[in-house]
């Protein structure tokens, strides 16, 4: 069975930490780690943690007002 997990939140004024209403990318990681959690809840029913992250790339300026989805799938599992 395969998992999935959407998540999708409106960045607010709070979120914004520099000029021009932008929105930091530690705060955009965040929502990486709930989603992760979400899809580990629902397949074994507890919490988990990343062990690393392969690659991310910030593309485009997330602002106050903007909505993001972050969306999520279990591909494999190790056993550590």
Request: hydrophobic share 40%.
């Amino acid at each position: 069975m395969e998992h999935r997990s959407v998540i999708r939140v409106r960045m607010s004024a709070h979120d914004a930490h520099y000029g021009g209403d932008l929105v930091d990318g530690a705060r955009l990681l965040q929502l990486f780690g709930d989603v992760a959690t979400e899809l580990l809840i629902r397949s074994d029913g507890d919490e988990g943690l990343f062990v690393a992250y392969d690659e991310v790339q910030f593309l485009a300026p997330v602002r106050a007002g903007d909505y993001i989805e972050a969306h999520g799938r279990i591909v494999s599992m190790g056993k550590t």
